[in-house]
C-alpha cells in the first residue's frame, strides 16, 4: 500500500463496491460523476461493472484511504503499452474528504505507478466543463487542457462541454 500524508492506496476489493454504489447514488456526487454514467445504478450493475475493472489487464485500480477509512476509488484503464499511455478517473466519494487535498494525494501516488513502475509517458482523462473542483485538482497535479469536446454531453435536457486534460512524463525515457 502506498502512503502520503495520511492517503494511502491498495488494491480495490470486491467488500468496497457497496461503498462505491452508495457514493454513485448520492445526488452531489452524480452531478460530478461522468454525466453518460447513468444513476443511480442497481448494485448488480456496479458490481458487474467493478468486477470487471478489477479482472481487466489493461486496468489498475485501487481504493484510496485516509485516516478517515476507504474515501474514494482512482484507476488507470486502457492501458496502452506501445503508445504509453493510459485514461485516470478518480473518485473522492466521502463528502468530509472533499477539498483537503485526498484527490491530488492519490494521483500524485497513482502517477507515480504510471511513471515509474508502468514505464507509461501520458495520462489523460475527460471531465465535465462545469466540474470546477475536478479540474481545479487536475491542474494542482500537473495536468493541461488539451482541448474540450463542445456539446458532448446531454446532462439534465441539456448540452455540455467536456475537457481533455493530460500529464506527460517528461523525466520518462523517451520513445
Not at 476489493?13 to 445526488?27: L, M, T
Not at 487542457?145 to 455540455?160: A, P, Q, R
Request: aromatic share 10%.
Amino acid at each position: 500500500m502506498e502512503t502520503e500524508k495520511g492517503v494511502a492506496l491498495r488494491p480495490f476489493e470486491k467488500k468496497d463496491i457497496e461503498q462505491c454504489v452508495n457514493w454513485g447514488s448520492d445526488q452531489d456526487m452524480r452531478s460530478m460523476m461522468r454525466p453518460s454514467n447513468p444513476r443511480p445504478r442497481s448494485r448488480e450493475v456496479d458490481e458487474a461493472w467493478y468486477t470487471k475493472l478489477i479482472n481487466d489487464p489493461g486496468t489498475r485500480i485501487f481504493s484510496i484511504e485516509s485516516d478517515n477509512g476507504f474515501i474514494g476509488v482512482i484507476y488507470i484503464t486502457r492501458i496502452d503499452l506501445r503508445n504509453r499511455n493510459a485514461l485516470l478517473s478518480v473518485m473522492i466519494g466521502e463528502k468530509r474528504d472533499w477539498d483537503k487535498g485526498c484527490g491530488t494525494q492519490a494521483i500524485r501516488q497513482i502517477k507515480d505507478i504510471a511513471f515509474n513502475e508502468l514505464g507509461l509517458h501520458k495520462l489523460f482523462l475527460y471531465v465535465a466543463s462545469y466540474n470546477k473542483r475536478a479540474i481545479k485538482v487536475y491542474e494542482k497535479s500537473g495536468f493541461v487542457v488539451e482541448g474540450e469536446l463542445k456539446e458532448h454531453l446531454v446532462v439534465d435536457g441539456n448540452f455540455e462541454d467536456w475537457v481533455v486534460m493530460s500529464l506527460f512524463n517528461n523525466n520518462g525515457p523517451g520513445v
